[in-house]
């Protein structure tokens, strides 16, 4: 059975730095990996989507790496903001696989 | 652009009570979900349809029904509800099968007394 884990729990940092956010999963043998994001009592919102064949994907402050031997990705968030603020997801997808498996996420407050 | 919409948001029920929840995207995807959210467990797959006439138990199908509607449409019941249903819900699509992104709802609050 595929287990995600998401590492740390909770971060807190100050406004500017570069930060890096951590998911692991046991089975490597996954079709795709999507990183969401989730503000507080909201729904979760994609962010990227990096399929099996690639390594990362990049949208703006935003750089998601896929490591599927050693089972893990990184999102990694360069001159964090405030609005940065919320809790980060991932899912990773088995090849033929309706159902997604999710990582109980990364709670994220970026202070000023 | 609508994506998933929820419908309620926000519901207080008796035990006992019975309630659907509505789900309807317009992305004209195949495969659509239900999920419930409860702090210190994450999110947990309830029930999901592959594809319009099929549905399938997730992870924590007791208590609850599922219908798929038309491709459009997959409702989440609830005919005894109980305290331990006190969760947020929510409801996704995606293409179906394979690599494709997957869409959320808002949630709906759903609190049984």
């Known amino acids: 059975k595929q287990e995600v884990t998401q590492i740390p729990a909770a971060l807190s940092v100050p406004e500017g730095e570069n930060l890096v956010l951590n998911c692991s999963f046991t089975?490597?043998?996954?079709?795709?990996l999507q990183w969401f994001r989730q503000d507080p009592g909201k729904g979760l919102t994609s962010l990227l989507l990096?399929?099996?064949?690639?390594r990362e994907q990049t949208s703006g402050r935003l750089n998601a790496s896929l490591d599927k031997s050693s089972g893990r990705s990184t999102l990694y968030i360069a001159a964090s903001q405030p609005g940065d603020s919320a809790t980060y997801l991932c899912?990773?997808?088995?090849?033929?696989?309706?159902?997604?498996?999710f990582g109980r996420g990364t709670s994220l407050i970026v202070h000023p | 652009n609508a994506g998933v919409t929820q419908t309620p948001k926000f519901q207080v029920l008796k035990t006992g009570q019975s309630m659907t929840l509505q789900c309807a995207q317009d992305m004209n995807h195949n495969s659509m979900y239900w999920y419930r959210q409860d702090p210190g467990m994450g999110l947990r797959l309830i029930y999901y349809s592959a594809s319009e006439g099929t549905t399938d138990k997730g992870e924590v199908p007791n208590g609850y029904n599922v219908s798929r509607l038309n491709k459009r449409e997959f409702s989440l019941r609830l005919e005894s509800a109980a305290p331990s249903q006190t969760s947020v819900y929510f409801c996704a699509s995606s293409e179906g099968r394979g690599g494709n992104t997957i869409y959320f709802g808002e949630g709906s609050w759903l609190t049984v007394v």
């Open positions: 990096i399929q099996s064949s690639q």
């Open positions: 899912a990773v997808k088995k090849g033929g696989s309706y159902i997604p498996t």
């Open positions: 089975d490597s043998a996954i079709y795709n």
